[in-house]
């Protein structure tokens, strides 16, 4: 099963540079998880202030600031919710304070 996981920080400042030994750690678990086939994509996200919330409603568009913070996101491969779970668990002990949500991708047909 595939999964989405958004990463908000709490460690560090939106915008913000991890340090180098930060980069590094979190590089060894890239390169871990996508050996094992665990990670298929992963990357960060630009500030909020350089994204937007559009929606539709009522057949009117409006356009918005983005106001919810996002640091990061993977996709990933996984046997189950739990496992995706623990996958989560184990990155955020590299990434350090934040919240990490899991959503599974609903499989809508043959793959791709």
């Not at 496992?83 to 990155?91: G, L, V, Y």
Request: hydrophobic residues 40%; aromatic residues 4%; proline residues 6%.
């Amino acid at each position: 099963m595939r999964y989405l996981a958004l990463y908000r920080s709490e460690a560090v400042e939106e915008g913000a540079t991890p340090d180098p030994e930060h980069m590094a750690a979190m590089g060894e678990l890239v390169e871990r998880m996508m050996k094992r086939g665990a990670l298929i994509d992963t990357g960060p996200l630009a500030p909020r202030a350089q994204g937007a919330r559009v929606r539709l409603s009522k057949g009117e568009i409006s356009v918005a600031d983005e106001d919810e913070r996002m640091s990061g996101y993977a996709f990933l491969e996984a046997p189950s919710r739990e496992a995706a779970i623990e996958m989560a668990k184990e990155f955020l002990r590299v990434a350090g304070d934040g919240v990490s949500e899991i959503r599974q991708i609903a499989d809508m047909g043959p793959p791709r």
